[in-house]
């Protein structure tokens, strides 16, 4: 059974619980696997990264399979580039707010539909897959600084750090699994910090140098070889050299680089 999210965000939950961990949350028009069926929670697959958790089934829109069969047809290619814009219904004339990093199905000039319905949305709050220069990137990135960091977030409100490359680097057509430690198992190794360029990813640990990649702890996203874009306590860019990121306000060192990875 499919069902589809027709909310801004939703909590995804490691536990059929309201104060179970939030594992990552659903976004506008994301399709989802129903796995189990609880009275009130739902346990569902992500379509887009696989991720799997508990939502409350309230949160969730059943789809028939003629819906999600047609639903797969449509042109996926548009998102919110923005972390935040505001899209009206044409049904109610209402406004919801979508992150960056929403899907638009079948957009075209300033218009997408969803389950047949309309909604109007700012064409300059739209993009398509953009070319990661380094232009392009701090023009992006520069509207996600000081986004404060929430465990398991990927919106403009809150946000942890394979949120962040997640969301930032689907803007440029690439598509990440939604954990650092999933995300590090991808891409080409970078060598060397001096060979880094914008986009590159840069996993991290906080302790020890010599534990598996599957103990990697943090990603941020490398401008070059010397600036990082991460989420530690907020969005903001930091310097980085051969042993990690280095504190803005104290000047210490706090990630233990491990790996560069290249998508």
């Known amino acids: 059974m499919k069902s589809i999210v027709l909310h801004s965000v939703v909590p995804v939950r490691a536990a059929a619980a309201e104060e179970a961990e939030q594992l990552t949350q659903l976004l506008f028009a994301e399709t989802v696997e129903v796995l189990e069926q609880l009275p009130r929670w739902t346990r569902i697959r992500n379509d887009y990264d696989g991720q799997e958790g508990w939502v409350d089934f309230k949160m969730l829109s059943p789809m028939t399979d003629e819906e999600y069969a047609a639903y797969q ?15 009206m219904s044409h049904n109610n004339h209402q406004t919801i707010p979508l992150t960056a990093g929403t899907h638009l199905p079948d957009y075209k000039d300033g218009v997408f539909r969803i389950l047949g319905v309309e909604f109007s949305i700012d064409p300059q709050m739209v993009t398509d897959p953009m070319p990661l220069t380094m232009d392009n990137f701090m023009q992006t990135t520069r509207f996600f600084l000081n986004i404060p960091y929430l465990w398991g977030g990927k919106n ?8 962040l490359s997640g969301i930032v680097l689907s803007l440029f057509g690439k598509r990440l699994p939604r954990n650092a430690g999933e995300q590090v198992m991808l891409g080409e190794v970078v060598p060397f910090l001096q060979e880094a360029q914008c986009g ?64």
């Open 73 to 87: 047809k449509a042109d996926m290619t548009y998102m919110v580039k923005f972390p935040m814009a505001f899209a």
């Open 200 to 263: 590159d990813l840069a996993f991290f640990d906080h302790h020890s140098r010599q534990a598996g990649l599957t103990d990697i702890s943090h990603v941020g996203i490398l401008l070059n070889s010397e600036y990082i874009l991460h989420c530690s306590g907020r969005v903001k860019v930091e310097h980085i050299d051969s042993n990690g990121i280095i504190s803005a306000e104290t000047g210490t060192l706090t990630h233990d680089l491990r790996v560069i990875k290249r998508y």
């Open 156 to 163: 403009a409100l809150g946000m942890d750090c394979s949120g």
